[in-house]
Structure formats: structure tokens, C-alpha cells
């Protein structure tokens, strides 16, 4: 299935531990975020990496480090997790279309529950 | 003052009715975005549109470019169309979307 495949779903973990999401796509799609959608339900950006290039880091704090080993992969590992972080995390991505934008395909987002 | 207002902010609605969903926005570099997210999270583009009308089953997406405003409408509402439905602004820097905060209905039966 052609798809924005992120993992894990859910992630519960203690304050001060370290980890990771995964995403993938296999769109063929050119640029890749990471957004954050909050307790009230809004979604914000949070990165934008364009060829395995950071296009957007938006006052992120340092704790949270994307990587993008290929363009269809981009990873959100977040250090030292606090309470505030807990959130629906979703990874997207998206091409070009030089007649109509650009469409967007999010992956199922992770619940991300700090204890 | 969000750079994407939506309107209403909850909608509940009984099944058949006409159901309008309002978005003003602020840019408008590119194509406006229409998404739905269901109870179980997920998020489903609707509808792209950077001018005119779009219809899609039941869901039709209408804009108008000079007063930076959008409408999504529901025509034969269902139960199964209770979601949170989201406009999103395009930025040309990053490609990134700027959202509106979503419009919560729920369809009785």
C-alpha cells in the first residue's frame, strides 16, 4: 500500500527518557514534517526537510532531533522527555504539483503519553 | 488572532441536514487544504483547491481568492461524517501548513 507509515502508535514513557518515532513514506514524495497536534487538538509544525535537507525548525526546542537518513524516511527523536511533550505527533509528506500545490498524505499519528 | 480562523469552532447537527463549515485565511500562496480527522485520529486530505469548486461524493469545497475565504459544505449529512474537520493555509517557505484550530460536528441520527 502506497502510505505515510509512522510506528510506534503509542508510546507511554517516564519524564527524562529518551525516544524515537519512525516514519516512512513510499509516495516518492519530495518533503517530509513532523507535526504536533496538541491537547486542544491544533496542529502545528514542527519540522519540514526537503531532500533530506532541514527546511523549517519551528522553535523547537533542542530536545527534539529529526533525522533524515533518505528521502523517505524521516525520524523525530526527542531527549529527556517532560510532561509538556506529550502529544499526537504526526509525520506527513508531501510534492509538488506545479498545477494545483501540493498534496498531502499524513501517517497515523503517535500518541505520545509522558508519566 | 490565529492566521487561519475557522467557523463554527462545534457543530451537532441531525442527519440530512445542509452542513457549512467557514474558513478565512490570511495567505493564500497556494491551494487550500480541507482535512478530516475521525475520533480514531487519523488525518484524510478532502480537498486541495486554489480556485472556484469541488465536489467529492456528498463534500463540495468552494473558495473565493479575493476575499481569502472557503466553505466546505455537507449535503445529506450522516452520522458517519461526525469528525473534526480542518482548513490549512499553505506557506511557500518549507511547503509547511498553517491551520485553522478545526471545526468539531457531530451528525445525530
Known amino acids: 500500500d502506497t502510505a505515510v507509515s509512522q510506528t510506534p502508535k503509542y508510546l507511554v514513557t517516564q519524564m527524562g527518557n529518551d525516544k524515537s518515532i519512525k516514519c516512512e513514506q513510499n509516495?516518492?514524495?519530495?518533503?517530509m514534517y513532523w507535526y504536533k497536534q496538541d491537547s486542544k487538538k491544533f496542529l502545528k509544525i514542527m519540522f519540514s526537510?526537503?531532500?533530506?535537507?532541514?527546511?523549517i525548525n519551528e522553535t523547537v526546542p533542542n530536545r527534539f532531533s529529526p533525522k533524515s537518513p533518505d528521502k523517505a524516511h524521516l525520524n523525530l527523536h526527542i531527549n529527556s522527555l517532560e510532561l509538556g511533550d506529550s502529544a499526537v505527533y504526526f509525520c506527513?509528506?508531501?510534492?509538488?504539483?506545479?498545477?494545483?500545490?501540493?498534496?498531502?498524505?499524513f501517517g497515523s499519528g503517535t500518541r505520545l503519553t509522558v508519566v | 488572532k490565529n492566521e487561519v480562523e475557522q467557523s463554527p469552532q462545534n457543530l451537532t447537527a441531525q442527519e440530512g441536514e445542509f452542513i457549512t463549515i467557514n474558513c478565512s485565511y490570511s495567505?493564500?500562496?497556494?491551494?487550500l487544504h480541507w482535512l478530516q480527522q475521525h475520533p480514531g485520529g487519523g488525518i484524510v486530505s478532502l480537498f486541495m483547491?486554489?480556485?472556484g469548486k469541488k465536489k467529492h461524493g456528498r463534500l463540495i469545497a468552494t473558495i473565493n481568492i479575493q476575499e481569502k475565504h472557503s466553505s466546505l459544505h455537507i449535503t445529506a449529512s450522516h452520522p458517519r461524517d461526525s469528525a473534526v474537520y480542518i482548513c490549512?493555509?499553505?506557506?511557500?517557505?518549507?511547503?509547511?501548513?498553517?491551520f485553522g484550530a478545526g471545526t468539531i460536528l457531530r451528525v445525530k441520527s
Open positions: 509516495l516518492g514524495h519530495d518533503t
Open positions: 506527513a509528506s508531501s510534492q509538488v504539483r506545479a498545477s494545483s500545490g501540493y498534496g498531502y498524505t
Open positions: 526537510y526537503n531532500n533530506k535537507e532541514l527546511i
Open positions: 483547491l486554489s480556485s
Open positions: 490549512a493555509d499553505p506557506r511557500l517557505y518549507g511547503n509547511k501548513l498553517v
Open positions: 495567505v493564500g500562496i497556494s491551494a
